[in-house]
Nanobody, 120 residues
Framework: QVQLVESGGGLVQAGGSLRLSCAASARSSWFRGWFRQAPGKEREFVAAIDWTGNSKYYGDFVKGRFTISRDNDKNTVDLEMTSLQTEDTAVYYC???????????????WGQGTQVTVSS
């Protein structure tokens, strides 16, 4: 079992930036990812990164605005978000899985989520 804890959410104005962090309870070579869920919408894939940090995947909507990174010494994965828009308002979840997938239903471990609210 791996526990994931997100932090860094909050309120930011449109055009601003925010950095989310996800701490894992144990060291793992698994993929780590971020998903988000806006009110009334399905949870959607945001980004994922492999153990080496060399393979990164992003959802189509990201369009270069977000950057995922990981620090294996600290067991953390960060999501740097820039040029935030009101449409980015959602609960952001950290997840872990052995292999990459953009499908939310196959990820093994999930954090509790952190709220990101972007105001106009």
């Amino acid at each position: 079992q791996v526990q994931l804890v997100e932090s860094g959410g909050g309120l930011v104005q449109a055009g601003g930036s925010l950095r989310l962090s996800c701490a894992a309870s144990a060291r793992s070579s698994w993929f780590r990812g971020w998903f988000r869920q806006a009110p009334g919408k399905e949870r959607e894939f945001v980004a994922a990164i492999d153990w080496t940090g060399n393979s990164k995947y992003y959802g189509d909507f990201v369009k270069g605005r977000f950057t995922i990174s990981r620090d294996n010494d600290k067991n953390t994965v960060d999501l740097e978000m820039t040029s935030l828009q009101t449409e980015d308002t959602a609960v952001y979840y950290c997840a872990a899985r052995k292999d990459y997938s953009a499908r939310k239903d196959v990820w093994s471990y999930w954090g509790q989520g952190t709220q990101v609210t972007v105001s106009s």
